[in-house]
């Protein structure tokens, strides 16, 4: 804008200097010829205007306007897998099943009773009276409980210093991921149960426990039935 002001400026005196010597002059004054000059200087003055707005405006946010900014998304930890056997009260059933509910013991006879909601407060009781299985250390148990329409779960306890990370059920040519349970005194055995098992599963099945590094820790087996 400076040099536009200046360039009219000089123009303006080259007029009043040509029109003065145009007064008392040989020859006309080039008045046309600095007139166009005076033009082309204001062009250029509203052109660098024009641009200069236009780059102002495009860095101006108006008010009201909430401007995003890109950043990387904070990473959301994965939430954490379970891992050992669930916790439950002794002597209380635990829904394992349509229909069906377990129970650990913390008393003498079995370590623990499967049965129906209806008919569990009496096995609880008949419990009572069977003897008891010492549990060897570094094992497992494997048993099959029935209904009319055939195999309803396969159920066992495990026996180990450390609860193992996980134990199998192969049944039928495929393999099942059994749920553990222990109880809250932290000692050195604990439940496991599979009931999608099929009913009409024959032949034997094989029960596995593993270390906290997956490698066997104990095996059982069973007849289908």
Sequence with gaps: MGDEHA????????????????VGGAGPAPVDALVRRGRQARARGRRRLAVGAAALAALVVPLGVTVAVQR???????????????VVRPDVPTPIGENLVMALRD?????????????????????DYIPGTALAPDS??????????????????WSAAAPPSRVTVTAGGRTYEADLL?????????AFYVTDVPPLTVGTLTATAYTTDDSPLAEATADAG
Excluded: C
């Design 7 to 22: 360039e009219l400026r000089l123009v303006g005196r080259e007029l009043r200097r040509a029109a003065a010597e145009g």
């Design 72 to 86: 990387d998304a904070p990473a959301v930890p994965a939430p954490a897998a379970a891992e050992g056997p669930r």
């Design 107 to 127: 008393g003498d006879g079995p370590r623990y009773v499967v049965a129906s909601p209806g008919t569990f407060a009496s096995r609880m009781t008949a419990a």
């Design 140 to 157: 497992v148990t494997l048993s099959v409980y029935r209904t009319k329409a055939g195999i309803a779960a396969v159920t066992g306890t």
């Design 182 to 190: 222990r109880l809250p005194d932290g000692g050195t055995w604990g």
